[in-house]
Nanobody
């Protein structure tokens, strides 16, 4: 069981990035996947988006209207399209998975985590 994030990098404010999470060892259409981020100096990871096995999506207010989550069941991947980025979006971004999520933005709901990918937005 493994999650691997990719797509992070450095981007100017107002720019876009697409993060990807590749899941292996799961029955992909039986898991919920969430994206979290941990900003510099922050102890807590913030839940920013999730996509359920039924395709329903959720977003934190901080990213609603700017970020879009989607899944590719064939490739066992989840993507996070991030537009209109600001320096406040600078963080390490993590994907997480679990077969059944009740509270999508709670860290302790997820048993499986990727290693994280750095996103840096310059002003």
């Amino acid at each position: 069981v493994q999650l691997v994030e990719s797509g992070g990098g450095l981007v100017q404010a107002g720019g876009s990035l697409t993060l990807s999470c590749t899941a292996s060892g799961f029955i992909f259409d039986e898991i919920d996947i969430g994206w979290f981020r941990q900003a510099p100096g922050q102890e807590e990871r913030e839940g920013i988006s999730s996509i359920s096995s039924d395709g329903s999506t959720r977003y934190a207010d901080s990213v609603k209207g700017r970020f879009t989550i989607s899944s590719d069941i064939v490739k066992n991947m989840v993507h996070l399209q991030m537009d209109s980025l600001t320096p406040e979006d600078t963080a390490v971004y993590y994907c997480a998975a679990d077969p059944k999520i009740v509270n999508w933005n709670r860290v302790d709901e997820y048993d499986y985590w990727g290693q994280g990918t750095q996103v840096t937005v310059s002003s």
